[in-house]
């Protein structure tokens, strides 16, 4: 990681952190001289991974022309850009998109709150850690779909069942990775810090999280791709609002353009919260810890 | 790292142990496993044997065990457990080989990278059960869906893990072997497939693992045979001794996949031929 963009990078505001590091990233191709070269390099990047899309597109557009396959088997990209234009204005998608935003990040937070709890306790001492694993190891291999005929029945058609079979998907993941990281915090660290008369608070917010905090990073990112799906399934299925019963209920009525619409609206929605946040949340971490694997 | 999919980590080799280190290190781990498993299974059982808990919302482990063997006698639930298995077969061979392919080809071939990886990144974020409903208005509700979505959730694992794969070897081996006058069919046979190795396998073993994820959801809603359509179909009976049933089933496989299948797989390629890097 030796691009020059790279350099004014540690300056940025920490706020805008994320989106310097994603243009940055984007720009670095093109060798930025001035600030106009950097701008045409960066424009150059973006049109550079947005040409497959169109040409995907296009060839769709293609075949459609070509097959005149009926509208409700294969709509046209026009068609499909007419249902998106239908559900918003309609305040269809701002809604469901809400519910489906507001679920995963309260599923997150509380989720990775107490994955990384658990984590801790699991990285700290190894007899719980030994205890916990065989369980746990195979409760994560059981998906949070396969238990929510059984939410079902305990918490009834509602948000409820949802936002539990994602905390299953996600606190595994980052509780697991948590333990690793906290792991790889060599002991004498910890001795160290004892024998100088620290405290065991100033171990863990000093020399544990921090050094921990490269896989917990990389759990949580996992932890949340897991949860997305589950959610979109558990929608599917529980059918209480959200962008999953949209595409699903869409299908009900044979409205193809519009579930080719809502699955646009869940690819993007993911690909934004991975692109923007997630990843270069992880590759900051990474990058300051020295981690790189490139 | 860094492509943001769900790519193998590497791990770490631990030095071998002497054998009855061995033994006695695995006596170990089975016996922190049963009193884990124990414990919860005490919990389990003192909770539905005092009629604390309603057999509607918890079903006891003697009611969930007669629904095990019975299944078993009369082939009821063998039946799903087969049903499921052979549509996760299929699909596996299916879009794991397209998988490895596509991989493989986009791996070597810059041009081809430009073009499918914004695509495929993209499509992977949206794989799986997003394409149930497009996939039922296709093919309706039939086993074509199910293989449908789960082809798709394997596809794109086995797809990023082999192209992690193939650029994980390094290009100094290829222009070694292309120096000594070799072919590229050479190059990608005996140095890049090779090299590439523990990308798909570990591609085809979270592949294993995100399919059977996905067919017990698209199970769920579109078919009426396999395990997901028996725990689902049981929900509305309230019958919580079939779900369970159910569902230890589900991840007894899961666990089965994973230490009878896959291990001793990668015991015998890819940790032999010691490519962990």
Same mark, same amino acid.
Not at chain 1, 64 to 69: D, E, L, M, S
Not at chain 1, 245 to 263: N, P, Q, S, V
């Given at each position: ?5 790279? #350099? ?28 106009? #070269? ?5 424009? #150059? ?50 809604v469901y998109?809400g519910e489906t935003?507001r679920r995963i990040v309260l599923a997150?937070?509380t989720g990775? #709150? ?28 059981l998906s949070g779909i396969a238990w929510l005929p059984l939410f079902l029945i305990w918490f009834g058609f509602s948000d409820k069942t949802i936002i539990v079979a994602v905390w299953y998907t996600l606190v ?55 949860g997305?799906?589950a959610l979109i399934a558990a929608e599917i299925v529980v059918g209480s609002g959200g962008l999953g019963y949209l595409?699903f209920k869409?299908?009900t ?42 | ?43 389990w059982?003192?909770l539905t044997?005092?009629?604390w808990v309603r057999p509607m919302a918890l079903a ?69 059960i ?86 017990i959801a698209?199970e769920l809603v ?6 997901g359509f028996m725990i689902f179909s049981a929900a509305n009976y309230l019958r919580t001794d079939i779900i369970l049933a159910g569902i ?30």
């Amino acid at each position: 990681m030796t691009d020059p963009g790279r #350099a004014g990078l540690r300056r940025a505001p920490s706020r805008y952190l994320w989106f310097t590091l994603r243009f940055d990233r984007l720009s670095a191709r093109a060798l930025p001289r001035g600030r106009a #070269a950097a701008v045409a390099g960066a424009a #150059a990047a973006v049109g550079l991974v947005l040409a497959p899309f169109v040409l995907f597109t296009a060839v769709w557009a293609l075949v459609v022309g070509v097959t005149r396959w009926p509208e409700d088997v294969l709509p046209s990209p026009s068609a499909v850009a007419r249902a998106f234009g239908e559900v918003f204005a309609k305040g269809i998608l701002t809604v469901y998109a809400g519910e489906t935003i507001r679920r995963i990040v309260l599923a997150a937070v509380t989720g990775v #709150a107490i994955g990384i709890a658990a984590g801790f306790v699991m990285g700290l001492n190894d007899w719980i850690a030994a205890l916990l694993n065989p369980p746990l190891r195979f409760f994560q291999s059981l998906s949070g779909i396969a238990w929510l005929p059984l939410f079902l029945i305990w918490f009834g058609f509602s948000d409820k069942t949802i936002i539990v079979a994602v905390w299953y998907t996600l606190v595994f993941p980052v509780a697991f990775n948590t333990m690793l990281g906290v792991r790889t915090v060599p002991r004498l660290y910890r001795y160290a810090v004892l024998t100088l008369g620290g405290t065991w608070r100033q171990i863990v917010f000093q020399v544990l999280l921090p050094g921990a905090i490269p896989y917990i990073v990389g759990g949580v990112r996992l932890g949340i791709a897991y949860g997305w799906r589950a959610l979109i399934a558990a929608e599917i299925v529980v059918g209480s609002g959200g962008l999953g019963y949209l595409i699903f209920k869409a299908e009900t009525f044979h409205l193809t353009a519009r579930i080719i619409a809502g699955m646009t609206a869940i690819g993007v929605l993911w690909y934004l919260t991975d692109y923007f946040l997630l990843r270069p949340l992880e590759e900051a971490t990474i990058e300051r810890w020295g981690l790189v694997y490139r | 790292m860094g492509t943001g999919l769900p790519v193998a980590a590497p791990r770490a080799e631990r030095p071998a142990a002497s054998r009855p280190r061995r033994i006695v290190g695995a006596a170990m781990a089975l016996g922190r496993g049963a009193v884990s498993f124990g414990a919860l299974f005490a919990v389990w059982y003192a909770l539905t044997a005092h009629g604390w808990v309603r057999p509607m919302a918890l079903a006891s482990p003697a009611a969930v065990a007669s629904v095990l063997v019975d299944g078993v006698r009369d082939r009821t639930l063998l039946g799903h457990l087969g049903v499921s298995l052979s549509r996760l077969v299929i699909s596996m061979v299916v879009a794991g080989a397209a998988g490895i392919v596509l991989g493989v080809l986009v791996g070597i071939s810059r041009h081809l990278a430009l073009i499918v990886e914004p695509l495929a990144g993209f499509f992977n974020a949206l794989s799986g059960i997003v394409w149930l409903p497009l996939a039922i208005t296709w093919f309706g509700l039939t086993w074509k869906t199910v293989l449908f979505v789960i082809g798709n959730a394997i596809f794109f694992t086995v797809f990023f893990n082999t192209l992690v794969g193939v650029r994980g070897v390094p290009r100094l081996y290829e222009q070694a072997i292309l120096t000594l006058g070799a072919s590229r069919w050479r190059t990608l046979r005996d140095v890049l497939l090779p090299g590439a190795l523990p990308g798909i396998v570990a591609g085809i073993r979270l592949g294993l693992g995100f399919g059977w994820r996905a067919l017990i959801a698209a199970e769920l809603v579109a078919v009426t045979q396999g395990l997901g359509f028996m725990i689902f179909s049981a929900a509305n009976y309230l019958r919580t001794d079939i779900i369970l049933a159910g569902i230890l089933v589900i991840g007894g496989v899961a666990v089965a996949m994973d230490s009878l299948i896959l291990v001793p797989i990668e015991r015998a390629t890819v940790v032999r031929w010691g490519l962990y890097h």
